[in-house]
């Protein structure tokens, strides 16, 4: 059988401490929380550049296709072709 601690357990001895013992438990918890929040926010701030270098990567290589096919098209000959074919349907 493990022992295991509640919340309620440490509050109830927390209380019997001296404030002065009290404040030392709440520094130390609040160091721990703040490296612990760091870090998430750390691998968070990272993730969302390794994203954003993605979608950068992404719209470069639209941009560059695109220019590839602008070049290779003329929009206006295709509707001619296009307007000449229907003639010749009718």
């Known amino acids: 059988m493990t022992n295991t601690i509640t919340v309620d357990q440490i509050e109830q001895l927390a209380v019997q401490l001296p404030l002065q013992e009290q404040m030392r438990i709440l520094a130390r918890l609040t160091q721990r929380l703040s490296e612990c929040w760091s870090s998430e926010l750390d691998s968070e701030t990272r993730e969302r550049k390794e994203y954003a270098q993605r979608v950068e990567t992404f719209l470069k290589m639209s941009d560059e296709l695109a220019a590839e096919t602008i ?4 929009s206006a000959e295709d ?3 296009l307007r000449d074919e229907r003639l010749l349907r009718l």
Do not use: K, N
Not at 71 to 74: F, G, N, Q, R, Y
């Open 79 to 81: 509707i001619h072709q």
């Open 71 to 74: 070049s290779a098209v003329d």
